[in-house]
């Protein structure tokens, strides 16, 4: 497996967005922010990228136990899901919470980065199932 696992779906990013919001909160995570690219890329450079949003997600009860355990873990949390077009369809793509612990030298927090994981990646997969 690489950095990130990716789902495609024929919705919009709007409602792929408004999915992602309602299966997350059904998770336990809350959205922390929304980066909208496509709008700062369109307002700094004039370019048109299509929709490209960034969301930072976190599931509170998992964040604070990685806190505890590495205060410096604030550094990669929190989780990331990308949300772009390309063509006619709509990817949905997580960096990978397993992939973060490994690479930030966290591996004593593998078993709850796989517990986040399995988590987000049925969200995305409730998403891409949507139609």
């Given at each position: 497996?690489?950095?990130?696992?990716?789902?495609?779906?024929?919705?919009?990013?709007?409602?792929?967005?408004?999915?992602?919001?309602e299966k997350l909160k059904q998770k336990g995570f809350g959205i922390l922010?929304?980066?909208?690219?496509?709008s700062v890329l369109k307002d700094k450079t004039g370019a048109d990228v299509?929709?490209?949003?960034?969301?930072?997600?976190?599931?509170?009860?998992?964040?604070?136990?990685?806190?505890?355990?590495?205060?410096?873990?604030?550094?990669?949390?929190?989780?990331?899901?990308?949300?772009?077009?390309?063509?006619?369809?709509?990817?949905?793509?997580?960096?990978?919470?397993?992939?973060?612990?490994?690479?930030?030298?966290?591996?004593?927090?593998?078993?709850?980065?796989?517990?986040?994981?399995q988590d987000l990646k049925s969200v995305l997969e409730g998403v891409s199932?949507?139609?």
């Amino acid at each position: 497996m690489g950095l990130d696992y990716t789902v495609t779906t024929a919705e919009d990013s709007k409602r792929v967005l408004d999915l992602l919001a309602e299966k997350l909160k059904q998770k336990g995570f809350g959205i922390l922010s929304k980066i909208d690219v496509q709008s700062v890329l369109k307002d700094k450079t004039g370019a048109d990228v299509g929709p490209y949003v960034i969301l930072d997600v976190c599931k509170p009860d998992s964040a604070k136990k990685a806190i505890e355990a590495h205060p410096e873990i604030g550094m990669v949390l929190p989780c990331k899901i990308l949300v772009r077009s390309e063509g006619k369809t709509t990817k949905v793509s997580l960096y990978r919470p397993t992939e973060m612990v490994v690479r930030a030298g966290f591996t004593d927090l593998a078993q709850l980065a796989r517990e986040v994981e399995q988590d987000l990646k049925s969200v995305l997969e409730g998403v891409s199932a949507t139609r």
